[in-house]
């Protein structure tokens, strides 16, 4: 994972973007206000609340932002969720808006609007809102940003609001008395996606799981892994829109030292093939098995034995049982699909060979390559000899 995309650099783009929503909040709630004011627009009026409430909002989104790239000893599974608590204001936020507009709707005059003040400043806002929302959406998905997305959805559900209030001052371009029912929808639409933040701010607080799709992949990519027998057990919880991850794994080996390696390769690799995965902790359970896979270099089948991993055509896979005397009891030849390449021979053929998943390899070669170095580290048995 680059650094560019690193937790704590999507943090810092997240806080741009939400200093950026902060300042068009505002500018939308005056601008509405005024014009529906002037105006003389319930359904404006009520359009310039939620964009109020909206600045408040996106306030608390950048300070749970702010907050959750901070570090402290007292909280060592981080802050992220910091993030959930923004989004949580921001549905109380948008849903004493959706309150607010509802009573106006209700209970204020009926009123015919100045459609010539208040229609230009409805379409300004609903191009700014939908145009703003779509490209937030995408950041908040880009920055795994739970905060993000729902300060987006608020826009979208913003624009939608607008788009109601512009349908009803155009009914009122015609002689239609229908803004106060414009008011009324613009209040449902609000409520609505108020009460969606809620509820996935109140996921994430009660620690729910990951998708089972994400998990799932996670434990194949485990299980694919060298040494790495089956997945006992897999708990994950969310922070923030990102994971952390407790897993319990079987490994086929005696060596408590090569159990602790492979433990903290897999606590290195899972968050750089799943970025959303802020922490993992994998704890080992080893036990030697009595059937090993080992392979050995050689030029041709049933030919020679080649001294170099990545230069060898053909490697003989074994499986080998060490309760009966080290009895082979398969045997066969693959190909090795690299050993012609110019460039990164040894790193293709280092992956190839971890993808068959050997517990040891013969690498009689003086010296260690970059397959050979691949192997080690994932915790395979390299002899000599």
Known sequence: MSPSSSPQAELRSAR??????????LCLAVGKGVA?????????????IHSAADVFASTATYVGLWVAGREHPSFPYGLYKAETVATLVTSVAVLVAACE????ALFGPERLPIVGIALPVALLSLVVTLG?????LSAGRRLNSTALQADARDYLADSLSTAVVLLGLVAGYFGFAVDRWAAGAVSLFVFRAGGHLMVTALKDLLDGAMDRDTEREIIRMVEEYPRVTRVKRCLSRTAGGRFIIDMDVVLKTRSHQIADQVADRLEVEIPEQFPRVV???IRPHYGREDIIRRLTPVTRPEGEVEEHLARAPWFLLELVDETAGNKVVSREYVENPHWREERKKGFLTGRWLLSLKPDQVFAPGPHEGTAEALLREAGVEVKKS
Not at 16 to 25: C, E, K, M, P, Q
Not at 36 to 48: E, F, Y
């Open 16 to 25: 741009r973007r939400a200093a950026v929503s902060i300042g068009l909040n």
């Open 36 to 48: 529906g004011v002037a105006g003389n627009s319930t359904a404006l009026l009520g359009d310039a």
């Open 101 to 104: 507009i509802g009573r106006q």
């Open 132 to 136: 703003f929302g779509i490209m937030q």
């Open 279 to 281: 922490m993992a902790r």
